[in-house]
């Protein structure tokens, strides 16, 4: 496409409009289009646990003007699947525009590359966008509840904003006029001024502690708009003030004063780098428009799938509930509470079950009959089984909810799914692709020779002897909360310290973190084991193990010798990993079982009557 045609497409003066004009905007550019001058990666925040959301800066212009813009993390699409480049054409079909620190902002939260008006150099001699000097109330294009709410002397009504997400959000009395609603996307410990329109998806019980150094409670909430979701923690007054009137599913207003800060992980299963916390000036108020934000967001998970998971990794699940276990109870052999479960089983059309547990309250007073469909958010991923799922507590149940995957797998059910039979992920790794499974079995020189791990990580199956194991700091000591693996620090009174708890234990859980060789009829490799894959090659718990070793010498070499010349099926992860100034691929086992001969020997069999077709 020519660059006449590109220029002629680029709505000219849509920036000002954005950012002078926000009334008109919506019937002067419907859809800004505008040319990409630079695309630039952001660093991540330094001290944030967990993985880093990619963030990008880009600089838009509409060739009177450019602005530095952010893209929201729901459209890095367009940057991942490489058609938005330096000097194409983009349409704006929703964003958010910002003043930080008295400069334009402009955040990008959908946007499409049109790839048909091509790709050309810098069009015009478009000029910085200047913000203006005198304090304006800044109302947002392109979005139904990120309007403003102003302060006036005169009675205050509700308005409806002009919107391109359908509805309109309602502006109400406020303690903190002039401020702009913000996407929870946007919200940094440099935002300033700021109020959120968010709806409550789920909120904790009231939690409280008792220490030496004295004691307090908490509660927490998870906040949900159209940008994304963010994790809200009130302490002590701050429980009196606003646990009540903050309900479950209900859409609130809530402006600073309230603290941003890097998210705890531990804590929360949300994509977020951020949460807030409560603060006693925090001003939330109820909003009366409680249609224009979402109920829910979910990022599933097909229950085949999760053979591809990661253990430990916190993902969405829906499906059929097909049975329903009973209420029993495990003590914890760390705290000695006793704690309610009830185990619960899921079905798809991929034609997989799962078994998932729930706890405590949401346990006992679980009254969802079978064949509902059952959406969970915040489900931590187990080995145990093959693979089973356990709903955290932040983590939220919704049943027959009335979005498309429900509706699709209510159809499949009644339809054909109520009289299928459904496979199991126990054994998986000796189930190989006659499940489906993505992973291939490879022998040792595959591994190897294919590079595996190089470019990105790499999942394998690997059928191998033990022929070694490093007796050398076979385990080490762990924390003992639920939840937590930090290892603990010997204090030298008899106590063992977390840092990460800030809590001392009379005694340590001792964890497997082995390497351990293995061999093939190709050729050997080290392989790194953490505690759920040592307890298999062991036979023992590391606690057990540990024990042995300081009260029985000649018993404690004489086990690991038991343990060599041992078979096994390993499902594991090649990934490169930097070690000082070198690299070299790093080799996890993910799961590991005994060897099923006799699917073994039917696959083999299989092999064979192949074989005879082909010949």
């Not at 931590?380 to 797998?409: C, N, Q, Y």
Request: proline share 4%; charged share 25%.
């Amino acid at each position: 496409m020519s660059v006449a045609a590109a220029q002629q497409a680029i709505t000219q003066g849509a920036l000002d409009a954005i950012f002078n004009d926000p009334e008109h905007i919506d019937q002067r550019f419907p859809v800004p289009v505008l040319q990409c001058l630079q695309i630039k990666p952001l660093a991540p925040q330094q001290g944030a646990a967990g993985p880093q959301t990619e963030r990008y800066r880009v600089v838009l212009s509409d060739i009177r003007n450019y602005v530095q813009c952010m893209l929201a993390t729901q459209a890095n699409h367009i940057i991942h699947d490489g058609s938005l480049v330096r000097g194409s054409i983009v349409r704006i079909k929703q964003y958010q525009a910002n003043a930080v620190k008295g400069k334009n902002i402009l955040i990008i939260l959908d946007a499409d590359v049109a790839s048909e008006l091509g790709v050309h150099d810098r069009i015009g001699e478009p000029q910085a966008f200047e913000a203006k000097q005198e304090p304006t109330n800044a109302a947002i294009g392109a979005s139904n509840f990120y309007g403003t709410k102003t302060e006036s002397t005169a009675p205050v009504k509700s308005e409806p904003m002009s919107s391109r997400m359908g509805g309109g959000a309602s502006t109400s009395s406020h303690a903190n006029g002039n401020n702009v609603i913000y996407p929870i996307e946007a919200l940094s410990p440099y935002a300033h001024k700021w109020t959120i329109k968010a709806r409550v998806t789920q909120k904790s019980d009231i939690k409280t502690w008792h220490k030496a150094s004295g004691e307090g409670k908490l509660f927490s909430v998870n906040l949900l708009d159209e940008s994304g979701e963010i994790r809200a923690t009130g302490f002590n007054e701050q429980v009196d003030q606003y646990y009540d009137l903050l309900q479950e599913g209900q859409v609130f207003y809530i402006s600073n004063p309230c603290r941003v800060s890097l998210a705890k992980k531990q804590f929360t299963n949300l994509p977020n780098d951020y949460e807030l916390t409560f603060e006693r000036d925090t001003v939330i108020e109820k909003a009366e428009d409680q249609s224009s934000v979402p109920q829910l967001r979910f990022n599933f998970v097909n229950i085949q799938e999760l053979q591809n998971v990661e253990k430990d990794a916190t993902v969405d699940v829906v499906g059929v509930l097909k049975d329903v276990g009973d209420v029993s109870q495990i003590v914890s052999k760390n705290s000695g509470k006793p704690f309610d479960k009830r185990e619960l089983t899921l079905v798809d059309d991929t034609q997989f079950s799962v078994r998932l547990t729930i706890w405590g309250k949401t346990a006992t007073s679980f009254s969802t009959q079978p064949e509902s469909i059952v959406a969970f958010k915040g489900v931590k991923v187990s080995d145990f089984g093959g693979r089973s799922l356990s709903l955290l507590s932040s983590g939220t149940m919704t049943v027959d909810p009335d979005i498309e995957e429900a509706h699709r797998l209510k159809g499949w059910y009644d339809s054909q799914g109520r009289t299928d039979n459904f496979a199991t992920h126990n054994n998986m790794m000796s189930m190989g692709s006659a499940t489906g499974r993505v992973d291939q079995t490879k022998t040792i020189s595959q591994v190897k020779d294919e590079n595996l791990g190089m470019d990105n990580p790499d999942y394998f199956n690997l059928k191998a002897t033990i022929v070694y194991i490093k007796q050398d700091n076979f385990a080490y000591p762990a924390c003992s909360s639920e939840q937590c693996n930090k290892k603990v620090i010997d204090q030298g009174d008899g106590t063992w310290r977390c840092e990460k708890c800030d809590i001392a234990h009379p005694r340590p859980q001792y964890r497997y973190i082995m390497s351990v060789n293995v061999n093939d009829h190709t050729g050997q490799l080290w392989l790194s084991c953490f505690d759920d894959v040592g307890r298999v090659i062991m036979g023992m718990t590391a606690d057990e193990l540990m024990e042995i070793k300081e009260n029985d010498e000649d018993r404690f070499p004489a086990i690991f010798e038991a343990a060599n010349c041992t078979k096994l099926h390993f499902r594991c992860r090649a990934k490169l990993d930097q070690y000082g100034e070198n690299q070299r691929v790093r080799y996890q086992v993910m799961s590991a079982s005994p060897i099923d001969y006799r699917a073994e020997a039917l696959k083999l069999s299989d092999m064979i009557k192949q074989f005879g077709i082909s010949s």
